[in-house]
Each structure stands twice: as C-alpha cells, then as structure tokens.
C-alpha cells in the first residue's frame, strides 16, 4: 500500500520538459510511482487537480548554517516551497567552529546554545541530529579557514604553515562530504587572498569533483575582471563554477551583465562547467560596513560594490536598536546633519559593526536578462534576521513563479522550474533529488499557478507567499493547506551520496 497519492495535478518534473497531469505515488521516503491514473490502495490521497506539483525548490544560495540549528523550522524557507538548502556561500562557513561563528557573526548572529562541533563533519552530523525542516548541504567557506589558520582577519598572504592549515580545513570539508568551497572576495578576510591563494585550495575541491562557488572580488565597474579570475580558478583547478548572485551594481554598471554572460556562454563553449544564481531582486542586502569599506558611498565609482545613494540604503538588522530596522541611512545622513559615509561609519561606531542593510542600486532590465539566460539558476542569498531583513528570505521563489513567470513572461514555468529544481541538483551533485521520477527522494512541491506570489515586501518582509499550498520533504508534509505542519523529516546531505 502506497503512504500517499497526490492525484490529478500538472506534472512539472524539473528536468525542462513540458508538464503533464499525472499522479504521484509516495511509499516512504521515495516517489514510488508517476503515472497517468494511480488506482493502488493509499493510506492517504490528495486530490491536486489545477495544482502544479514541481519537485521541492533547492536554494543554491543560502546562508542559513545556523538558522537550520537554531529554528529548525526554517519557515521563511518551508512555506516558500524550498526543501534542500545549500549552506556556506559567501565564504561564510559554519566550520571549523570557532572560527566560523566568529566569521558568521557579521551576518548570522549565533544563539548562545549552539554546541560545538568539529569541522564540517562535526556541522553535518549536528544537522542531521537537529533534524530541521528541510535538507541541507554544505559549501567550506574560504573566510572561516583562513580566519581559523591566520588567527584573524589579516591583510597579508598567509605563511606556508598557515596556507597548509588551510588546505587541511578544505580536505577536511570535502572529505566530510561538502559539494565545494565558497569564497566572498569582497569581504574581510576573503579580499585579502590573492587569485592564487585561492586557486590552490579549490585544487583540493576540483580533486573531489566539488564546486568553486565566489562572490566575486568586484560587482561593479570591475565585473569583468572578477568573472575572468573566476572562470580561470575553475580552469586551473578543475572544477566547476558557480557565480553567486549574478549582477552589477551601481547605475553607471548598468548593462555590463551582457558581457558577463557572454564571457559565461564562451567558457561553456569551451567545455567549461560554469553557471550562475540569482535572487529576483534589485536590492542587494549585506553589511553596512562592506559597503563603506568598499567605497559605496566614497567620492569615486563606488568601488567593488558599486554606488547606492543613502536613501537608497535600508537598515535591515541592527543589533540592539531595533528601533532604527527599517529606517534609511539618508534618515541618518539627515538627523546626524553628516554625508552618507560619515553616518555610516557613526551607526557602526556608535550602534553596532553588524548592521545588515538592504542596498538598492541594481537594475531591474539586468535582473530579466541574467534570469532570462541559460546558465542563471535561482537562489535567495536570504538572511532572515532583524525585524526588516530583505524580503528574499521569504519571497524568492513564489516570486519568480508570480511575477517573472506568470505576470511578466520573462522565463516559461518548465524553465522556472528547472532552474529552481533540476539544475541545481545536477550542478551541485544533490543525488536523488531535483526530479519528480520514480525512486527519487518525495521532496515536492505543489502550487497554485494562477495565483502563486509572494507576499513579502520591503516594508513587511517576513510574510511567507500564498499560493503554495504544499510542500513535501522527505515523504513528509512540512506544509499542509499553506500552514507549516512542524515536520522535521530534513537530513544533512553529503556529496556523491545516493
Ligand atoms: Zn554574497
């Protein structure tokens, strides 16, 4: 006797393919069957009719190491219909552990509680005893094992003692079952690794078949330059590429994205493995104080982040004055009577240095051609913290479905889908998972394609979206009729793992 049949619904299965009604058999943990008319004995059906079932979003671009431990629930995530999270992008890494909660702490305040735990071994085991709501990967960040083997963040090429330590962590991690290193190039202490030092630790990551994963060096003017440096570390290094959040910042940067996925399409052409992800957005969120260091509100272009104009820069998290969440900086810029760099600088003095912002600046023609081309695939690069943080923690998936999809004709479902789903799980080595196919893992999703969007904004982020009304992990229903069940059926999942 089959657990459940879902009957009736539209078949998206993640692959590309056009969709087609079908029923769904789930025995355990599996998709047991897929076919026109299901008629065996279930200890439960649903009837799906004018539903879409898709197989569960796989969030390539996540940074909740920590949130996964600390609310297993993950809600921003669940009820948006993501079912396997990929963990440590940035170069924002959970392990070693020390080290990496300090690393962290920029942008993911660790809870008091959190245990320790050894390496990304030690990560994974602790994911798979919590046992969140969702399934989780894991990304080595670069920062957290130079943070560990230099003592700090330091601007100087580490010695070869601390260059070898690093390499241990990597292999640590890879051996562990990582799907590769990530690294964040414009942040501390990331920025302060040359090409090189880089390209020698992704050697150990190409070495395992894993992935080199880069917030690159440079988004705005020099956008070209970070995406040949790259490219050439996937070349030396044998692995495949993934560039996060794909785009240009700053107005006068506008465009270039045009060149960055030509140079994307000419690697492919060359036998390369080199994609991208993106969330829907032409806000960026990160740390205010990234964005002074890097010249945002400078005299000049704006530098490795671009341009964004005080009013253009909403606090997002503000570490012991939440009061000030959802405020401008040109508010501050204003009540301080200081230019925007100056105030900035104030604030993270005077307030805290972890301020979390959300930084328009980004253009919404770029944002339609970077997801419009092949090689983009979706994630939210979320970070659900403060009382304002940016509404792509909640709304990046029903999004895309709503408004690039089914409002604006920007991608067709089938392609939204697979860029969600059967892309990301082929590019990151998540076996078993992205497809609705018979023996794959029952991780679904089911939504309403008429009226799927999301409900998170600017003004009032954490509201999940309407229209998803199910969603499956594991064979478990972790969201029944749009309320989240509690499940925990999530597992910590480890590359090359069937
Ligand atoms: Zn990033």
Avoid at 306 to 317: F, H, I, K, M, N
Wanted: glycine share 14%.
């Amino acid at each position: 006797m089959l657990d459940l049949v879902i009957k009736g619904a539209t078949v998206i299965d993640g692959s590309g393919s056009a969709g087609a009604v079908r029923d769904v058999g789930v025995q355990g943990d599996r998709i047991a069957e897929v076919s026109p008319d299901i008629d065996a004995d279930a200890r439960e059906t649903l009837d799906a009719t004018g539903l879409v079932l898709s197989p569960g979003f796989i969030d390539v671009h996540s940074h909740d190491d920590f949130h996964v431990l600390i609310e297993p629930e993950v809600r921003h995530n669940i009820l948006q219909g993501i079912t396997t999270v990929i963990v440590g992008n940035c170069g924002f890494g959970a392990a070693a552990s020390g080290p990496g909660k300090l690393q962290m702490k920029a942008i993911n305040e660790p809870s008091a509680d959190l245990p320790d735990w050894d390496g990304y071994a030690g990560y994974l085991e602790e994911v798979a005893k919590t046992a969140p709501a969702l399934n989780v990967a894991v990304l080595i960040g670069h920062h957290t094992a130079r943070r560990q083997a230099m003592g700090g963040v330091e601007n100087r090429p580490p010695s070869e003692t601390e260059m070898a330590s690093m390499l241990t962590s990597v292999e640590e991690g890879m051996e562990a079952g990582a799907v590769g290193l990530s690294t964040g190039l414009v942040y501390e202490p990331g920025r302060y690794a040359s090409t090189e030092e880089v390209a020698d630790l992704a050697k150990v990551v190409g070495k395992y078949g894993g992935l080199y994963v880069s917030h690159m060096r440079d988004e705005g003017a020099g956008l070209l330059d970070s995406v040949r440096e790259t490219l050439h570390i996937g070349e030396v290094s044998g692995c495949g590429v993934e560039i996060s959040h794909h785009k240009t910042v700053g107005s006068d940067n506008w465009g270039q994205v045009t060149h960055s996925l030509a140079m994307i399409e000419e690697a492919v052409a060359k036998g390369h493995d080199a994609t991208a992800d993106q969330y829907p957005y032409t806000a960026r969120s990160t740390m205010l104080f990234a964005l002074v260091q890097n010249g945002t509100f400078g005299a000049g272009d704006g530098g490795a982040m671009g341009r964004s104009e005080p009013s253009e820069v909403l606090l997002c998290s503000v570490p012991g004055r939440a009061e000030y969440e959802g405020r401008t900086l040109q508010s501050f810029v204003e009540e301080y009577d200081l230019p925007g760099e100056k105030a900035a600088n104030r604030l993270l003095r005077d307030v805290s240095p972890d301020i979390l912002v959300a930084a328009f600046g980004m253009d919404e023609g770029d944002v339609r051609m970077v997801m419009a081309h092949s090689s983009t695939m979706i994630g939210t690069d979320g970070l659900d913290r403060g009382s304002k943080p940016h509404p792509r923690a909640w709304g990046t998936y029903p999004r895309v479905l709503g408004k690039y999809v089914r409002e604006e004709g920007v991608i067709s479902l089938e392609n939204a889908i697979y860029k969600m789903t059967g892309m990301p799980a082929g590019k990151f080595g998540i076996a078993g998972r992205g497809l609705v196919k018979e023996g794959f893992f029952a991780d679904l999703a089911l939504f309403d394609p008429e009226t799927v969007i999301d409900g998170a904004s600017y003004e009032d982020p954490r509201v999940g979206p309407t229209g998803i009304p199910h969603v499956i992990v594991n064979g478990q229903f972790a969201v029944r009729d749009g309320e989240h069940e509690g499940s925990r059926s999530g597992r910590a999942l480890r590359r090359a793992e069937a």
